[in-house]
């Protein structure tokens, strides 16, 4: 678990780094993205992503439900 968590902080540290250089490749949103927020801040939610998170949880509530 320690090996894991170590592994996601440095991850993300180094997604932070690299964010702003894949924004200016055109990496920044998804194609199948909505954005919503106020003026000075989005929030992009990925449609795809969600739809497949919604199955996934969707199976595993009813797995657990049995």
Known sequence: MMRF???FGIALVLLIIVWPYLNRLGLGRP?????GGRPF?????IVVTCFVLSI???GLSWWLGR
Request: hydrophobic share 55%; glycine share 0%.
């Open 31 to 35: 194609t199948t993205a909505t954005a």
């Open 5 to 7: 968590l170590i592994f």
């Open 41 to 45: 801040s989005k929030l992009y939610i």
């Open 56 to 58: 996934v949880l969707t």
